[in-house]
């Protein structure tokens, strides 16, 4: 129902200057230079706006005494009525009393390529609701727009200019996400130490306290729900806090003086998003995030080279070597040789060299001040092996530990860049090995204060690094990253990331284990937001025998399976050279699978128990099948309709042996040929903790070869 406020207060800062209406927080700024004209706000009522094939719906209801949002799918419920707002430390919050003043409606449908990525061609195709809310006897106003795609909606906050000097400090963003407490829900601790390196939990909704998105939930009905965020530009990332039951709080994470964000002039908050499905697949099939961010800034990005690469990284998980110089230091120049051999005569296109710069004796976790990230260490001939890198074809994958000292590594990040510029290293790995809330920031006045990963001051960070890192041509791997949010759209050298439990917890086996079930749950948790930087392709899979707690849950064939059903345009064979010389048969579909796609199709899975992925080489015929499971053996199914009509395949195809077991028999593995065509379907045995590789070509290009 539309509603009449009667003689409101019209102005910016008019709170202050409304004499009927009690002043919250009013200061003297404020007061100043207050246009009080007297005006009627006239609600024109509740909107909506439906996805392009009409399913989706999402729509802003101002009846109440809080503007409330919700959307439906084929007409029922799956997000309910939740509010929106935000609150501020130098004026009133938009918190209550908001009308719908104006609403516009537009529709676009436009085709974009992504220079690289899972899929080449997008489609960006939403209908769009941009409402004007004013505040109810202040006439204050603050948008919100939002966008309803058929596979999800985002909306954001447009928020104009509140104080005279343009800025604001926010307190608290009220946004929640209502959905039905009986759903199931798959998530992460948020604000606690490890990141976002946990196992996923799978847990009634009513268990989770504060969670981390991607935040993904099946509905009693049956509906497949992830909640996110993109363009996660300038501003905090935020957390889910369960309230009432059912109700996901926006929890903005905060500066370390407590405020949540800091902005000057008119503002976006990031978007705020509901991926929906009628089947787990759809969630994995959606492009919502990467839609809702803005275009490519940088031009041309040819420089960006997807790829698979080797490192001087296992050895030190292993314990085996060490990143600290001495006896046993990893990054010398002779072993970086080697593996610059290694990686050159299998087709590797990058050498990874951790450790191979002065710092990394001592506490280096909590101690990243000493990090130099110009001087390397004695034994290692930074010219010397860039030179022969590139000599063999092959490029050094520059390392920038910063273990959290983020102002220290912000001092030296030109000089550090320039330097790898200077010797052809195009891709630089970062880390952040703090614990959560231990990032250091020395500030204007010399204080040393302590912020998140994921609050607003590593959100600029973040893209300080990528923006400086492009104008020298390098790409950016970041670990112990701030989540993604699909901002390689517009920083495409942001090429991939951390910001889950990898592959390196195995070699640990600590603090606690990474079950078989862990890689069936992450392409509906963590790889909801984009590329992951996993390292798969273990092959010495259990190296202090099965028994032990460090060792890798799964077979050697799902393994191979990873790169495909994990994407990322960087893949590491993370293994020590000579374990994949002992398999050179798997060692194969490594030196094969492509990390860049023409198309890319979840096939089949339900989250926690396996999926499967097809994928189809960039600008090529080719296509690839990847498949996991959880700890429970099952046999996949899935039609191959996805296939060139009329045309004859032929499959190699690496699958688990009938006797194969993770924990017994992770070895056991068979590969065979076999033609096919899109008319058949694939039916294969995956073995508990297993999986399944394919390569299909089409038989006469096979022929020619
Ligand atoms: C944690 C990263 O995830 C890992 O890959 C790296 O080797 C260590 N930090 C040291 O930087
Ligand atoms: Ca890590």
Same mark, same amino acid.
């Given at each position: 129902?539309?509603?009449?406020?009667?003689?409101?207060?019209?102005?910016?800062?008019?709170?202050?200057?409304?004499?009927?209406?009690?002043?919250?927080?009013?200061?003297?700024?404020?007061?100043?230079?207050?246009?009080?004209?007297?005006?009627?706000?006239?609600?024109?009522?509740?909107?909506?706006?439906?996805?392009?094939?009409?399913?989706?719906?999402?729509?802003?209801?101002?009846? %109440?005494?809080?503007?409330?949002?919700?959307?439906?799918?084929?007409?029922?419920?799956?997000?309910?009525?939740?509010?929106?707002?935000? *609150?501020?430390?130098?004026?009133?919050?938009?918190?209550?009393?908001?009308?719908?003043?104006?609403?516009?409606?537009?529709?676009?449908?436009?085709?974009?390529?992504?220079?690289?990525?899972?899929?080449?061609?997008?489609?960006?195709?939403?209908?769009?609701?941009?409402?004007?809310?004013?505040?109810?006897?202040?006439?204050?106003?603050?948008?919100?727009?939002?966008?309803?795609?058929?596979?999800?909606?985002?909306?954001?906050?447009?928020?104009?200019?509140?104080?005279?000097?343009?800025?604001?400090?926010?307190?608290?963003?009220?946004?929640?996400?209502?959905?039905?407490?009986?759903?199931?829900?798959?998530?992460?601790?948020?604000?606690?130490?490890?990141?976002?390196?946990?196992?996923?939990?799978?847990?009634?909704?009513?268990?989770?306290?504060?969670?981390?998105?991607?935040?993904?939930?099946?509905?009693?009905?049956?509906?497949?729900? #992830?909640?996110?965020?993109?363009?996660?530009?300038?501003?905090?990332?935020?957390?889910?806090?369960?309230? *009432?039951?059912?109700?996901?709080?926006?929890?903005?994470?905060?500066?370390?003086?407590?405020?949540?964000?800091?902005?000057?002039?008119?503002?976006?908050?990031?978007?705020?998003?509901?991926?929906?499905?009628?089947?787990?697949?759809?969630?994995?099939? +959606?492009?919502?995030?990467?839609?809702?961010?803005?275009?490519?800034?940088?031009?041309?990005?040819?420089?960006?080279?997807?790829?698979?690469?080797?490192?001087?990284?296992?050895?030190?998980?292993?314990?085996?070597?060490?990143?600290?110089?001495?006896?046993?230091?990893?990054? %010398?120049?002779?072993?970086?040789?080697?593996?610059?051999?290694?990686?050159?005569?299998?087709?590797?296109?990058?050498?990874?060299?951790?450790?191979?710069?002065?710092?990394?004796?001592?506490?280096?976790?909590?101690?990243?001040?000493?990090?130099?990230?110009?001087?390397?260490?004695?034994?290692?001939?930074?010219?010397?092996?860039?030179?022969?890198?590139?000599?063999?074809?092959?490029?050094?994958?520059?390392?920038?530990?910063?273990?959290?000292?983020?102002?220290?590594?912000?001092?030296?990040?030109?000089?550090?860049?320039?330097?790898?510029?200077?010797?052809?290293?195009?891709?630089?790995? #970062?880390?952040?090995?703090?614990?959560?809330?231990?990032?250091?920031?020395?500030?204007?006045?010399?204080?040393? *204060?302590?912020?998140?990963?994921?609050?607003?001051?590593? +959100?600029?960070?973040?893209?300080?690094?990528?923006?400086?890192?492009?104008?020298?041509?390098?790409?950016?791997?970041?670990?112990?990253?701030?989540?993604?949010?699909?901002?390689?759209?517009?920083?495409?050298?942001?090429?991939?990331?951390?910001?889950?439990?990898?592959?390196?917890?195995?070699?640990?086996?600590?603090?606690?284990?990474?079950?078989?079930?862990?890689?069936?749950?992450?392409?509906?948790?963590?790889?909801?937001?984009?590329?992951?930087?996993?390292?798969?392709?273990?092959?010495?899979?259990?190296?202090?025998?099965?028994?032990?707690?460090?060792?890798? *849950?799964? #077979?050697?064939?799902?393994?191979?399976?990873?790169?495909?059903?994990?994407?990322?345009?960087?893949?590491?064979?993370?293994?020590?050279?000579?374990?994949?010389?002992?398999?050179?048969?798997?060692?194969?579909?490594?030196?094969?699978?492509?990390?860049?796609?023409?198309?890319?199709?979840? !096939?089949?899975?339900?989250?926690?128990?396996?999926?499967?992925?097809?994928?189809?080489?960039?600008?090529?015929?080719?296509?690839?099948?990847?498949?996991?499971?959880?700890?429970?053996?099952?046999?996949?199914?899935?039609?191959?309709?996805?296939?060139?009509?009329?045309?004859?395949?032929?499959?190699?195809?690496?699958?688990?042996?009938?006797?194969?077991?993770?924990?017994?028999?992770?070895?056991?593995?068979? !590969?065979?040929?076999?033609?096919?065509?899109?008319?058949?379907?694939?039916?294969?045995?995956?073995?508990?903790?297993?999986?399944?590789?394919?390569?299909?070509?089409?038989?006469?290009?096979?022929?020619?070869?």
């Amino acid at each position: 129902m539309s509603r009449m406020v009667v003689l409101a207060c019209l102005g910016l800062f008019v709170q202050s200057a409304c004499s009927s209406l009690p002043a919250r927080n009013p200061s003297p700024e404020a007061v100043r230079d207050v246009p009080a004209s007297i005006v009627e706000v006239v609600s024109i009522g509740a909107q909506t706006v439906s996805s392009p094939d009409g399913t989706l719906a999402v729509m802003i209801d101002d009846s %109440t005494e809080h503007a409330l949002w919700s959307v439906t799918i084929d007409g029922s419920p799956v997000v309910q009525p939740g509010r929106l707002g935000l *609150r501020f430390v130098e004026v009133p919050g938009f918190d209550r009393d908001l009308e719908i003043v104006a609403a516009e409606t537009q529709s676009v449908n436009v085709p974009w390529e992504q220079p690289w990525g899972e899929q080449r061609m997008m489609q960006e195709h939403y209908n769009e609701l941009l409402v004007t809310l004013a505040e109810q006897g202040t006439g204050r106003r603050l948008k919100v727009r939002f966008r309803a795609f058929d596979d999800g909606i985002g909306f954001r906050y447009e928020v104009p200019v509140l104080t005279p000097d343009g800025r604001i400090s926010i307190t608290d963003e009220l946004t929640e996400f209502k959905v039905d407490e009986n759903s199931r829900s798959w998530w992460i601790w948020a604000g606690n130490f490890n990141r976002y390196e946990y196992v996923y939990q799978s847990t009634p909704l009513q268990k989770v306290d504060r969670a981390h998105t991607p935040f993904t939930l099946q509905t009693p009905q049956g509906t497949y729900v #992830t909640i996110h965020e993109a363009a996660l530009v300038d501003y905090p990332a935020t957390w889910l806090d369960q309230q *009432r039951a059912g109700v996901l709080k926006t929890s903005l994470v905060p500066w370390s003086d407590g405020v949540r964000a800091k902005k000057e002039g008119a503002f976006s908050t990031p978007w705020r998003t509901v991926q929906i499905g009628r089947k787990a697949t759809d969630l994995l099939n +959606s492009d919502l995030i990467l839609n809702l961010n803005e275009p490519n800034k940088l031009g041309d990005v040819s420089w960006v080279e997807p790829g698979r690469y080797v490192g001087i990284w296992w050895c030190m998980h292993l314990g085996k070597c060490t990143w600290g110089s001495g006896e046993t230091h990893g990054a %010398t120049t002779v072993r970086a040789k080697e593996y610059i051999d290694f990686a050159a005569e299998n087709g590797f296109s990058g050498v990874l060299i951790e450790g191979w710069n002065i710092g990394w004796d001592g506490d280096w976790y909590t101690n990243g001040e000493v990090f130099d990230f110009t001087k390397p260490y004695p034994d290692f001939d930074l010219e010397e092996i860039t030179a022969y890198a590139l000599e063999k074809g092959v490029r050094l994958i520059g390392h920038h530990e910063t273990s959290g000292a983020v102002t220290n590594y912000e001092k030296q990040m030109g000089a550090a860049f320039d330097l790898f510029e200077r010797v052809g290293v195009r891709q630089v790995k #970062t880390g952040y090995v703090a614990d959560a809330g231990g990032i250091q920031r020395i500030d204007e006045t010399g204080i040393r *204060r302590f912020e998140w990963h994921d609050g607003q001051f590593m +959100s600029r960070h973040h893209l300080h690094v990528v923006e400086e890192a492009a104008k020298r041509k390098i790409s950016i791997n970041s670990h112990e990253p701030i989540k993604d949010t699909g901002l390689r759209r517009t920083y495409p050298n942001w090429i991939s990331r951390e910001g889950a439990r990898g592959m390196e917890y195995n070699a640990w086996g600590f603090p606690d284990i990474s079950p078989p079930e862990h890689e069936t749950v992450l392409p509906w948790t963590r790889m909801m937001a984009g590329p992951m930087d996993f390292t798969p392709g273990i092959f010495d899979l259990a190296w202090d025998g099965l028994e032990a707690d460090n060792r890798v *849950r799964t #077979t050697l064939t799902k393994q191979l399976a990873l790169y495909v059903t994990i994407y990322s345009p960087i893949q590491m064979a993370a293994d020590l050279p000579e374990n994949y010389l002992k398999y050179p048969g798997a060692f194969e579909f490594i030196k094969r699978v492509p990390t860049d796609w023409e198309q890319s199709i979840a !096939i089949a899975g339900e989250v926690g128990d396996y999926v499967a992925y097809a994928r189809q080489e960039r600008l090529g015929r080719d296509w690839y099948v990847g498949a996991v499971t959880d700890e429970e053996a099952r046999t996949l199914d899935v039609a191959l309709d996805f296939l060139e009509p009329g045309v004859t395949y032929t499959a190699k195809i690496w699958r688990d042996g009938d006797g194969a077991d993770w924990e017994t028999a992770p070895y056991d593995m068979v !590969i065979e040929t076999r033609d096919l065509t899109s008319a058949d379907r694939l039916t294969l045995r995956l073995a508990p903790g297993g999986g399944a590789a394919l390569w299909l070509t089409p038989a006469a290009a096979t022929l020619s070869e």
